[in-house]
DNA sequence: GGCGAGATGGGTAGAACACCCCATGAGTAA
DNA sequence: TTACTCATGGGGTGTTCTACCCATCTCGCC
């Protein structure tokens, strides 16, 4: 009873490598393989693989709409997210999607088989790091309304504050502009911190400028 | 005559599909595998190999540097770099470097050794669409001066510490990755600041994103 | 009425930052 | 040789940040 496989990634070496490295688990069969996101669309519908192993970054349409998709059409094919994203971000809107894996890959090569064949059966693997963060988020929220907000979760005015965060001003200057305590700056600062698992200002910023919320 | 290769990315997963790729060239012995530059470092000493297939985007110091100092104390050795990186920034900086060749992951496997068989030889493979690249500022500048103004004044080691600065690590941990004292991290971010005329971290990320040193 | 979420603030502690002072040694160019 | 840049570090000082603790008030909702 082998698991049929698609390999997705845009990168030819990687995929290559993969294939290789996938083809030592006699369990798995890589029945396809492929570099956008159009591709992986049509293979399903002819191929109808067990599991689709999925890069987010393709060049024609995300990974996360391309797993959307899928879901969609063919329930029954399980997403195993492979992806160099480890933040909140793509995370989430991965799991929203349907995939029930994501493997970073820093991870080592057994815990991406392990994932395929947890998704071969129905199941859900999740790396160590990244399930830390779903829990954490059920226990705060209980999670099933996540996927209605899509700002990631962020208030009206903790939004606000991003703003003026990232525009490099300090708690003290951006409570003057805002006529609030330099305190409940800091407090906004850490609960937008805090939903969005980042932790210096740094940080801050490079999320900003991937979401466009401002211009570098 | 096989060729002694070191493998260097971060990524388990995606070493291993390279190991995997490459054992089909016979010609090719993989002596080494590693995921950071401190370890390169080491094995480069140690196993003196032919050629370091070099990632850039290694956690403790970039591949860049990397590249820099094997080149420095091995100047026989010979480096070929395998990037997501396609932009013109870290292109040419490799090649100041002193790499061999430059290999983009969306390649073809075929590519890549070609690449690797190339630098063995003492020869250059540049994936075409980077060959173009350099002959385009051939052209034009005649490239002789190009790294003197990739950053306003700032010297080579200053524009390394920015690097540092702006993938958000504090003093102490910089200083750890390079060897240096936290003082003198902030000796060069201070220089650095005032060269820009920039005062605050957030600001430098800014500016990295604008000058294209780093992806958001 | 109560309950949760959002916005508002205060305090504290340790770390990190931004900006000054100083110096030494290597290398290079005038 | 002298002068200069570059990279290396030490010290100090005040500010800012990050991460906790705590609280009150308002609003909508059940």
Redesign the pocket.
Known sequence: MTIRLILVDDHAVIRSGLRMLLEDATDLEIVGEMGTAREVLEAVEKLRPDVVLLDIGLPDLSGIEAARQIKQRWPETAIVALTIHEDEEYFFRMLEAGASGYVPKRAAPDELITAIRAAAEDEVYLYPSLAKLLVRDYLS?GFQDRSSDMMDGL????QEVLVYLVEGG???EIGEQ?H??P??V?????NI?RKLNL???TELVKYAIRKGIIQP
Do not use: D, G, V, W
């Not at 208030?155 to 903790?158: A, C, F, G, K, V």
């Open positions: 929220t208030t009206p005015r903790e300090t708690n003290a805002l609030i305590s305190k409940t800091s407090r906004h600062r850490e911190m932790h210096s200002r």
